[in-house]
């Protein structure tokens, strides 16, 4: 299964951007990338997902490299709220995450100052 | 508003029981899962459902059972066979298990404690 890595940890102030980076270098040309969020205590939340162009919805935008090995969910304007362990997950035929449920690494946590 | 209910948000089991911890969905979906949450991990699949009357088994499913009998519900019960059942559990749905370009929707989980 392709694999993805996300930094541990970021820390960001309330009020400025956010970019977090995921790396997908073995990603096949059907995997859809997804991001998920999960704050404390609580199920995961969908944030967005895409598959070859930029996405924007309500919440964030996901940026995709050229190449889609790799990709950076931006948070235009980072609250208190979004302080949450981040997921990127890819989802595809030779990747999973289809019937057999997804594959969770252990994600970014982001911290966001006041 | 649409969405997955699990029950009871924290559930205790003494030694020896066997609990059962409920998902019910008003999406409309096909597919059902339920995942395992230790403290600082990723989820891990226990079971999944693709269609009523059908489940397979994830990754960890030993010591765990499951039933769907309805397209809406998908209980998973912890029995006595699980010697370390202390975790958050998370119920998800999707519309279809193969279509990719498709989010799961997750509850808001269940904490399992053993008195």
């Known amino acids: 299964d392709a694999k993805t890595t996300q930094p541990n940890s970021m820390e960001s102030n309330e009020e400025e951007p956010v970019h977090l980076p995921c790396n997908h270098s073995?990603?096949?040309?059907?995997?859809?990338i997804h991001w998920y969020r999960q704050l404390p205590s609580q199920g995961p939340e969908y944030v967005i997902h895409?598959?070859?162009s930029n996405v924007n919805n309500r919440m964030a935008s996901l940026a995709i490299a050229e190449d889609r090995k790799s990709s950076t969910l931006i948070l235009h304007r980072a609250t208190l709220r979004d302080a949450a362990v981040y997921y990127c997950?890819?989802?595809?035929?030779?990747?999973?995450?289809?019937?057999?449920?997804?594959?969770f690494g252990k994600g970014t946590h982001l911290i966001i100052q006041p | 508003d649409g969405g997955i209910t699990q029950s009871p948000k924290y559930l205790f089991r003494k030694e020896g029981q066997n609990v059962t911890l409920s998902c019910e969905q008003n999406?409309?979906?096909?597919?059902m899962y339920w995942y395992r949450q230790d403290p600082g991990q990723g989820l891990r699949l226990i079971y999944y459902?693709?269609?009523?009357?059908?489940?397979q088994k994830g990754d960890i499913a030993e010591g765990y059972s499951v039933s769907r009998e309805k397209k809406e519900s998908f209980p998973l019960t912890v029995t006595s066979a699980q010697k370390n059942p202390t975790a958050f559990y998370l119920c998800?749905?999707?519309?279809?298990?193969?279509?990719?370009?498709?989010?799961?929707?997750f509850g808001d989980g269940t904490r399992l404690s053993i008195l």
């Open positions: 998800a749905s999707s519309i279809g298990g193969f279509d990719y370009n498709q989010p799961q929707h």
């Open positions: 073995t990603i096949s040309g059907t995997d859809y």
């Open positions: 895409g598959l070859t």
């Open positions: 997950i890819l989802r595809g035929l030779y990747s999973g995450g289809g019937a057999d449920g997804l594959t």
């Open positions: 999406l409309n979906h096909d597919a």
């Open positions: 459902s693709q269609i009523v009357n059908d489940f």
